[in-house]
């Protein structure tokens, strides 16, 4: 499912003195001890809060099971099952929707910023026009959070037995605008009826939910799957 959000906008410098007086500028300050003009680029050593993010919601159903509840509600009942898992390890939990509700990307990803120290979980399901394809696949867009995707993907795959379809990097809006450790998983084809009657079961939804908070844990310890 196309979850990118539109296209990237680019922005262009023009004129070489403003060039010029940019690049002096940044090594000036870099001289002055202004560290400031750098980003630092977030790291998952130290998060203590997570993000939980259900998709889609309201209006929005996301992918259509072939029997049973659509995405939107089983991504925010995985999302519930996932909180209470790590509050007990002291984490924070927010979650970017907690009852059945539109939620715009934008905003999505505006919740996800305003936290320090914290990291972004994406939860989905999957559907395609070929029932056949079933599996579970993790995205990321910075490479920095490829082992953090790893980490969610192996864990739920020592709990689902599925095809491994891999992890990922991907442009998907709620990843490529996120200034947090951000992952997108995508936790089965509810298009498939193999897949979709295992999602169905709230046994395997906690199975699930469980999975995806030891790939957290895991990922918090510096554990390389």
Same mark, same amino acid.
């Given at each position: 499912?196309?979850?990118?959000?539109?296209?990237?906008?680019?922005?262009?410098?023009?004129?070489?003195?403003?060039? =010029?007086?940019?690049?002096?500028?940044?090594?000036?300050? *870099?001289?002055?001890? *202004? #560290?400031?003009?750098?980003?630092?680029?977030?790291?998952?050593?130290?998060?203590?809060?997570?993000?939980?993010?259900? *998709?889609?919601?309201?209006?929005?159903?996301?992918?259509?099971?072939?029997?049973?509840?659509?995405?939107?509600?089983? /991504?925010?009942?995985?999302?519930?099952?996932?909180?209470?898992?790590?509050?007990?390890?002291?984490?924070?939990?927010? =979650?970017?929707?907690?009852?059945?509700?539109?939620?715009?990307?934008?905003?999505?990803?505006?919740?996800?910023?305003?936290?320090?120290?914290?990291?972004?979980?994406?939860?989905?399901?999957?559907?395609?026009?070929?029932?056949?394809?079933?599996?579970?696949?993790?995205?990321?867009?910075?490479?920095?959070?490829?082992?953090?995707? /790893?980490?969610?993907?192996?864990?739920?795959?020592?709990?689902?037995? #599925?095809?491994?379809?891999?992890?990922?990097?991907?442009?998907?809006?709620?990843?490529?605008?996120?200034?947090?450790?951000?992952?997108?998983?995508?936790?089965?084809?509810?298009?498939?009826?193999?897949?979709?009657?295992?999602?169905?079961?709230?046994?395997?939804?906690?199975?699930?939910?469980?999975?995806?908070?030891? *790939?957290?844990?895991?990922?918090?310890?510096?554990?390389?799957?």
């Amino acid at each position: 499912m196309d979850r990118s959000g539109g296209k990237h906008a680019k922005s262009h410098a023009t004129g070489k003195p403003g060039i =010029l007086a940019g690049f002096a500028g940044i090594l000036l300050a *870099g001289l002055l001890g *202004g #560290c400031s003009v750098f980003q630092p680029i977030p790291d998952t050593s130290t998060f203590h809060t997570v993000i939980l993010d259900a *998709g889609h919601g309201g209006h929005d159903q996301g992918g259509r099971s072939v029997r049973g509840y659509n995405e939107k509600v089983l /991504a925010l009942d995985v999302a519930k099952r996932t909180k209470p898992i790590l509050e007990r390890y002291g984490y924070r939990v927010i =979650l970017t929707r907690n009852s059945d509700v539109f939620i715009p990307l934008g905003q999505r990803v505006a919740i996800s910023n305003s936290y320090p120290n914290s990291v972004f979980v994406s939860i989905h399901f999957n559907h395609a026009r070929r029932r056949a394809a079933s599996g579970l696949e993790t995205y990321y867009y910075n490479p920095r959070y490829r082992r953090f995707a /790893a980490n969610i993907q192996q864990e739920i795959l020592k709990t689902y037995r #599925c095809p491994d379809r891999g992890v990922k990097p991907a442009r998907f809006y709620v990843l490529r605008n996120n200034r947090r450790p951000a992952v997108l998983v995508e936790l089965g084809f509810l298009s498939n009826a193999s897949d979709n009657k295992l999602a169905q079961d709230p046994r395997h939804r906690q199975r699930l939910a469980e999975a995806i908070a030891r *790939g957290i844990l895991d990922e918090r310890a510096g554990q390389r799957p």
